[in-house]
């Protein structure tokens, strides 16, 4: 099965919150990561977080950490129809590799 | 902050043609970068690891002799496609970063082989 794994699709009305869950199977992660992709595009960074932290907050963005249960989140507040896009949650492991291993993305739909 | 560059961001070619892709780090060095792929409605999935000045490590899977991958410089990785068939044509990502930062990704390329 998948290491990382995500929900996928999510729809929200315009102005409500997101949150998009990620869960993951490696313990030995050090980094977590949220990618935004556009269609057509390549990743955007969105936000990250080290292994050793429960929370982030950037703005309207904030990551939950839960590292008993391996569960990632990304909560998305005032969502706006630009946030439509596939969202994915990535790690790096604590191998030396600095390659990420992703989720399969979650597909935000925002409804005016 | 970091910036990666990736070009071309389409090509569309014949059957049996090679590709070439590049992947530029603008702004910093990158002694190690990562190309991706990306079928449609998929995933990334984790190609080969490309190293500076030595061989690129390829992931289980991936041949070789088809993805051709040279980082001559600290800023710059191709990936060649030789002899590109249509079961090729996908979306090409690759991705550096510096230390412990955060990787950046390039706009990707979109390969279509008729």
């Known amino acids: 099965g998948e290491d990382v794994e995500q929900s996928l699709f999510l729809s929200v009305r315009e102005g409500d919150s997101s949150v998009i869950n990620c869960t993951y199977t490696?313990?030995?992660?050090?980094?977590l990561y949220w990618y935004k992709q556009e269609p057509g595009a390549g990743l955007q960074l969105l936000t990250y977080?080290?292994?050793?932290?429960d929370m982030k907050q950037d703005q309207r963005l904030t990551v939950l950490l839960n590292k008993k249960d391996k569960h990632l989140s990304l909560r998305i507040a005032d969502t706006q129809t630009g946030d439509s896009a596939i969202y994915f949650c990535?790690?790096?492991?604590?191998?030396?590799?600095?390659?990420?291993?992703f989720g399969s993305g979650t597909r935000l739909q925002v409804q005016p | 902050g970091a910036v990666v560059s990736q070009h071309p961001s389409w090509v569309i070619c014949k059957s049996g043609t090679s590709v070439k892709i590049e992947c530029r780090s603008l702004?910093?060095?990158?002694?190690?970068m990562f190309w991706y792929r990306q079928f449609p409605k998929q995933s990334l999935m984790l190609m080969a690891t490309?190293?500076?000045?030595?061989?690129?490590?390829?992931e289980q899977g991936v041949e070789k002799d088809k993805f051709l991958i040279n980082h001559a410089s600290l800023t710059l990785s191709t990936l060649t496609v030789t002899s590109a068939h249509p079961e090729d044509s996908s979306f090409y990502i690759c991705?550096?970063?510096?230390?412990?930062?955060?990787?950046?990704f390039g706009d990707g390329t979109r390969l279509s082989i008729l």
């Open positions: 991705s550096a970063g510096t230390g412990d930062q955060p990787q950046h």
């Open positions: 977080i080290f292994s050793n932290m």
């Open positions: 990535a790690e790096i492991r604590h191998t030396g590799r600095r390659a990420l291993t």
């Open positions: 490696d313990s030995s992660s050090t980094y």
């Open positions: 702004d910093f060095q990158a002694t190690t």
């Open positions: 490309s190293n500076e000045g030595s061989k690129a490590t390829y």
